[in-house]
């Protein structure tokens, strides 16, 4: 079982940058895809990013394309969502997530173990 702790959110100005971690518990860490969604009030979680288990290859939501990376760093067992030229509409608690699947996918069932969150606020 892998256990997720994500951190970095807060509070942030509209074009502002901010920088997600994701650290994980459990060995088999690096053997896994792993990926960040997201969730605002009111609406379905969505997909945001995802990379493979050695980084080799990345997704990302049309979204964010151009304003996110992500990163990881199996030595630490931790995982980075870099975040810049935020917009108010990327306000929502953002989740990461771990994958057993060989492919890399955007779907919420493909996630096998999930964080807590932590709450992005980006003002206008």
């Known amino acids: 079982q892998v256990q997720l702790a994500e951190s970095g959110g807060g509070l942030v100005q509209a074009g502002g940058s901010l920088r997600l971690s994701c650290a994980a518990s459990?060995?088999?860490?690096?053997?896994?895809?792993m990926g960040w969604f997201r969730q605002a009030p009111g609406k379905e979680r969505e997909f945001v990013a995802a990379i493979s288990w050695n980084g080799d290859s990345t997704r990302y939501a049309d979204s964010v394309k151009g304003r996110f990376t992500i990163s990881r760093d199996n030595g630490k067992l931790t995982a980075y969502l870099q975040m810049k030229n935020l917009k108010p509409e990327d306000t929502a608690v953002y989740f990461c997530a771990v994958s057993r699947k060989y492919e890399l996918g955007f779907g919420l069932s493909e996630y096998d173990y999930w964080g807590q969150g932590t709450q992005v606020t980006v003002s206008s």
């Open positions: 459990g060995r088999t860490f690096s053997g896994y895809n």
